[in-house]
């Protein structure tokens, strides 16, 4: 909904209080300008550094000096009649001073009754105990395909501008940036291709989700071609991902990777955005605990918004299995990961934008029941071991990679896994080795872990879909240990 729609919806309903998260200031001051002009309202409009002014009229004898000043002026706006709004830019700087806030409430309550609006204009919301039953939150929404196309052919003329699907992977690119943004990422794109590309428009918006320390844009040329094996979970994520229109009611979800360590969970997170161009997203859950009350809550609640504006795109959680360990309450953390673990149920299950999330796990233990249950996820599926075939694949791929000659005798690879095929590769090219030298310096995980292996394989047994065949999984029997008998000698 536009905000000059919802802001008046509000106004009508007479709440006096309006806290506006904006990013783009100056548009959400020109929206609710144009407001007050269709409705003849009288503005007013304040920020530290140019004081008080008003695009429609001369402020005349309006005066602030101060944040204090400022929002005593509200009293100074009321007019029988007539319907004033004041807007506060950037005030949340000035919310840690006992005086302003209670001059701000109080301006609020008197504002039900004279028709004088205290708005508050934001990157944040960041009320004080004090404010939050006295203020609604709104949310300036960045600018929609058709406000970023606008501004793409306001730029580019002629062959500058693609069209068609090139047109769609610019806009695609472009989703996420404020006006400012994409008018420079646009401009960019035309002094560096001569023509709107999206890989240089998604190098602007990889600078700023590094400047949210939130989420952070994986920089990879990755492709499944360069991952062995795996066939089941490729061909359901590239079916998941296959186009349909942005407002189709049926997007995918993710999926719910489990399996040991060196499988391949992280690898086909990392591949699978270039195999649908679309931008990869790299949560991690340690990045949004905070040490402020209420700053993990909030640092998930923008790392949230953030992700939905960057879509359509694809979300990387690696190792959740260990972000989510606390949320059992004993973690000793005043219950703040069970409120973010909440946050982040209610988001995978409710969301219908293009982003696709892409969890792994390597154990199941200290996942909470609940984060399994359908609608979190399309599928959870288990990348066992590789196969025989699928270990030939990824030596093939490892030794073309590193220079390592085919006919170079290959060691014993029984349980190993794709990470430790590529450490072997990697130690013999860099040692100047036989591969079955190299060999002498692996242990593989089925050997280090195999009491971990078996238990998850039998969790996984028909619980989880196969990564390797189409299909639940079913995990290898197990060879039955015979029994040793020891006969007495004088038995006949």
């Known amino acids: 909904m536009p905000l000059a729609t919802e802001l008046r919806e509000y106004l009508d309903a007479c709440f006096a209080g309006v806290w506006i998260e904006s990013d783009e200031h100056q548009e959400a001051i020109l929206e609710i300008s144009e407001l007050c002009r269709q409705e003849t309202w009288r503005l007013a409009v304040w920020d530290l550094a140019q004081g008080i002014q008003s695009p429609l009229q001369s402020a005349g004898e309006l005066t602030a000096n101060d944040p204090l000043a ?36 109080h ?21 004080p105990r004090e404010l939050e039953k006295l203020f609604v ?86 492709r499944f071609n360069d991952l062995g094996g795996l066939a089941a979970l490729k061909a359901f994520c590239l079916r998941a991902l296959r186009p349909r229109p942005h407002d189709s009611p049926v997007q995918p979800k993710g999926v719910l990777l489990l399996s040991p360590p060196g499988c391949g969970k992280s690898a086909i997170a990392k591949a699978l955005g270039n195999e649908v161009n679309r931008p990869t997203l790299r949560l991690d859950l340690g990045d949004l605990m905070g040490s402020l009350v209420g700053q993990t809550e909030a640092n998930t609640r923008r790392a949230i918004a953030i992700i939905e504006a960057m879509a359509p795109c694809l979300v990387f959680i690696d190792e959740i299995d260990k972000g989510l360990s606390g949320v059992s309450g004993q973690a000793g953390d005043s219950g ?54 699928e270990r030939t694949a990824i030596w093939k791929i490892h030794r073309q990679a590193l220079g390592i000659a ?73 060879a039955k240990k015979r029994r040793n008998v020891r006969m007495d000698p004088s038995a006949n």
Request: with cysteine; aromatic share 6%.
């Open 70 to 105: 400022a929002v005593r002026l509200a009293s100074d706006l009321a007019e029988p009649g007539q319907t004033s709004l004041l807007v506060l830019v950037n005030y949340h700087r000035f919310l840690g001073s006992p005086e302003i806030v209670q001059a701000l409430a």
């Open 107 to 127: 301006a609020v309550e008197q504002g039900k009754s004279n028709r004088t609006f205290v708005i508050v204009l934001s990157p944040q919301a960041e009320l």
């Open 137 to 222: 939150v709104l949310r300036h929404e960045l600018p929609s395909r058709e406000q970023l196309a606008a501004i793409a052919r306001e730029l580019a003329t002629g062959d500058e501008l693609p069209t068609g699907q090139e047109l769609e992977a610019v806009l695609d690119a472009a989703a996420g940036l404020t006006r400012y943004e994409a008018e420079g990422a646009f401009s960019l794109s035309l002094v560096r291709d001569r023509r709107l590309m999206p890989q240089t428009i998604l190098t602007i918006k990889a600078q700023q989700l590094q400047q949210s320390n939130l989420v952070t844009m994986h920089d990879g040329h990755e």
């Open 336 to 389: 703040v990961s069970a409120r973010m673990f909440g946050t982040l149920l209610t988001w995978l299950s409710d969301r219908t934008s293009q982003v696709m999330v892409i969890a792994t796990a390597n154990s199941i233990d200290r996942l909470p029941p609940e984060f399994l249950r359908a609608e979190r996820f399309d599928g959870v599926f288990f990348l066992d071991l590789p196969t025989s075939e």
């Open 406 to 478: 085919a006919s170079e005798s290959q060691p014993q690879d029984d349980g190993w896994t794709g990470a430790e095929i590529r450490a072997c590769c990697r130690l013999a090219a860099l040692l100047d080795v036989p591969l079955t030298v190299a060999a002498q310096q692996i242990v593989p995980v089925s050997i280090s872990a195999a009491e971990q292996l078996a238990n998850l394989r039998q969790w996984a047994s028909g619980r989880c879909l196969s990564a390797h065949e189409s299909g639940i999984y079913q995990a290898p029997p197990t």
